[in-house]
Antibody
Framework: EEQLVESGGGLVQPGGSLRLSCAAS????????MNWVRQAPGKGLEWVSV???????YYADSVKGRFTISRDNSENTLYLQMNSLGVDDAAVYYC?????????WGQGTVVTVSS | IVLTQSPGTLSLSPGERANFSCRAS???????LAWYQQKPGQAPRLLIY???FRVNGIPDRFSGSGSGTDFTLTINRLEPEDFAVYYC??????????FGQGTKLEIK
């Protein structure tokens, strides 16, 4: 079964950093376009970042320069390094595989930004 | 490309038909238009991709249509489990994988 499991969320102070992980099973993160999508409380879905199988990465304007997407092929894990966090970054963060559309999603990890 | 969904909320009864609209700010390739369903506390679930193609296991009461700037998700004969929030997405780098803002389908 293809599965994605996020971890690493938690409470962080404004200006702080956090690294999210997305462990994959049944699929290889290096074979697909892998994404991070977030959802602020009570709000809609916001695409955050994609890492292509070839290694290119792209970011939403709202996180460009602050967030970095990467992967560890040996661990079969996708990461999102988040720096300079602000209250607007508080959300549930999902990782999702793109095969055609976003067809496999994790259950999400919650990031809270508060002093 | 900015996707605008309407209405914001749709109030219907089981057995009725639901139509969700997704309008793109400029012509969007139908090859890259998807619809997702999200229930409270759950991750989104892919329903339709390529504007028309239903994911394996999705009931045939769900259908997608449209081209250019106007796309529609239709659910025939609503079941109780269909009441959720629905999002469209243009999953192409040119639109930075943009999602619409969502339409909530609630029980009337």
């Amino acid at each position: 079964e293809e599965q994605l499991v996020e971890s690493g969320g938690g409470l962080v102070q404004p200006g702080g950093s956090l690294r999210l992980s997305c462990a994959a099973s049944g699929l290889s993160v290096s074979d697909y376009y892998m994404n991070w999508v977030r959802q602020a409380p009570g709000k809609g879905l916001e695409w955050v970042s994609v890492l292509y199988s070839g290694g290119s990465a792209y970011y939403a304007d709202s996180v460009k320069g602050r967030f970095t997407i990467s992967r560890d092929n040996s661990e079969n894990t996708l990461y999102l390094q988040m720096n300079s966090l602000g209250v607007d970054d508080a959300a549930v963060y999902y990782c999702a595989r793109m095969r055609g559309a976003f067809d496999v999603w994790g259950q999400g990890t919650v990031v809270t930004v508060s002093s | 490309i900015v996707l605008t969904q309407s209405p914001g909320t749709l109030s219907l009864s089981p057995g009725e038909r639901a139509n969700f609209s997704c309008r793109a700010s400029q012509t969007a390739s139908s090859n890259y238009l998807a619809w997702y369903q999200q229930k409270p506390g759950q991750a989104p679930r892919l329903l339709i991709y390529g504007a028309f193609f239903r994911v394996n296991g999705i009931p045939d009461r769900f259908s997608g249509s449209g081209s250019g700037t106007d796309f529609t998700l239709t659910i025939n004969r609503l079941e109780p489990e269909d009441f959720a929030v629905y999002y469209c997405q243009h999953y192409d780098k040119s639109s930075l994988y943009a999602f619409g803002q969502g339409t909530k389908l609630e029980i009337k």
